[in-house]
């Protein structure tokens, strides 16, 4: 069912972290939607590097439009927000908003202190977290960052 979610985004700008400040780069990127077999692989993978513990998904009547995925012992204090993606269609409605409240509700409700992300370095996905209280990280998870270094690691305190 996770194929039902259309992953599809462009941008023209892409940040990194430069002296702990983000820096905008003008860099065209695309991320084309992804098949059956895309999303098996991009499972199989999540799975195996990021040690997810729970896949939650967001519907519109019968149809998945959006999904998150959790590890709630990151470090014993930290739990991880692994993946986050939601339907092209159905972004900016609230979809990403309530799968991450539901995230938090759960990691905390397990002991966590605070929320880790490695997020896209886009000005959706940052301008998203931003907004939902994640801030830059001092330092990046070792394995996290060996992982994605390209991605801007954030934390929230819960």
Same mark, same amino acid.
């Given at each position: 069912r996770l194929a039902e979610i259309d992953v599809s985004e462009s941008g023209s700008v892409v940040y990194t972290l430069v002296h702990g400040e983000l820096c905008g780069q003008p860099e065209v990127w695309q991320r084309p939607r992804w098949d059956a077999?895309?999303?098996?692989?991009?499972?199989e993978e999540w799975q195996r590097t990021l040690k997810m513990d729970l896949l939650l998904g967001a519907f519109d009547g019968e149809r998945l439009v959006g999904m998150a995925s959790l590890r709630y012992a990151l470090t014993e204090t930290m739990a991880q927000l692994t993946t986050l993606h939601v339907d092209r269609a159905h972004r900016q409605q609230g979809v990403a908003k309530a799968l991450v409240q539901e995230v938090i509700r759960l990691v905390k409700e397990a002991g966590a202190a605070s929320l880790y992300v490695s997020a896209t370095p886009s000005a959706s996905a940052l301008g998203f977290y931003r907004s939902q209280?994640? %801030?830059?990280?001092? %330092?990046?998870?070792?394995?996290?960052?060996?992982?994605?270094? %390209?991605?801007?690691?954030?934390?929230?305190?819960?």
């Amino acid at each position: 069912r996770l194929a039902e979610i259309d992953v599809s985004e462009s941008g023209s700008v892409v940040y990194t972290l430069v002296h702990g400040e983000l820096c905008g780069q003008p860099e065209v990127w695309q991320r084309p939607r992804w098949d059956a077999a895309a999303w098996r692989r991009k499972y199989e993978e999540w799975q195996r590097t990021l040690k997810m513990d729970l896949l939650l998904g967001a519907f519109d009547g019968e149809r998945l439009v959006g999904m998150a995925s959790l590890r709630y012992a990151l470090t014993e204090t930290m739990a991880q927000l692994t993946t986050l993606h939601v339907d092209r269609a159905h972004r900016q409605q609230g979809v990403a908003k309530a799968l991450v409240q539901e995230v938090i509700r759960l990691v905390k409700e397990a002991g966590a202190a605070s929320l880790y992300v490695s997020a896209t370095p886009s000005a959706s996905a940052l301008g998203f977290y931003r907004s939902q209280g994640f %801030e830059l990280v001092d %330092e990046p998870h070792p394995q996290l960052f060996e992982l994605e270094p %390209e991605d801007i690691h954030m934390v929230k305190n819960l």
